[in-house]
């Protein structure tokens, strides 16, 4: 008498069936990730813009005057973050930051006598778009 010797493992089609499983959930998680990216650089915006503004107090402390002058500042933005200075003067400053992953979201800042830039509406508050 023969013995019928007993196989194990995945069929073709259970392994296919996985890999389509898999498919799909990935599908969904991708954006998900891509949002949470954007997300943290649209952070970092408005985390240096609130550095930027401690940088700017300090130095009018010391020099009686705002500057546009990162390296006078002492200053270093994170990766791929951009300054973009309105006015700087013994009145007041204005700044709108950027990052081009975070495109199209910005953020302003104005400070004391300078003209407000768009988006800040109101002195002093970070305001993004």
Request: a positive charge; hydrophobic letters at 45%; aromatic letters at 10%.
């Amino acid at each position: 008498m023969r013995q019928r010797k007993s196989r194990t493992g995945f069929t073709l089609i259970e392994l296919l069936m996985v890999v389509v499983i898999i498919g799909i959930l990935a599908a969904f998680a991708v954006p998900k990730f891509q949002n949470t990216k954007g997300k943290a650089n649209a952070a970092a915006l408005r985390s240096d813009m609130r550095n930027m503004a401690t940088a700017q107090e300090a130095y009018y402390y010391e020099a009686n005057t705002y500057t546009s002058s990162m390296a006078a500042l002492n200053f270093q933005p994170s990766p791929g973050v951009t300054f973009t200075f309105g006015t700087a003067n013994p009145g007041g400053w204005s700044a709108v930051v950027t990052h081009p992953q975070a495109y199209p979201i910005q953020c302003a800042l104005f400070i004391g006598g300078a003209p407000a830039v768009a988006p800040a509406t109101i002195e002093g508050l970070i305001a993004c778009q």
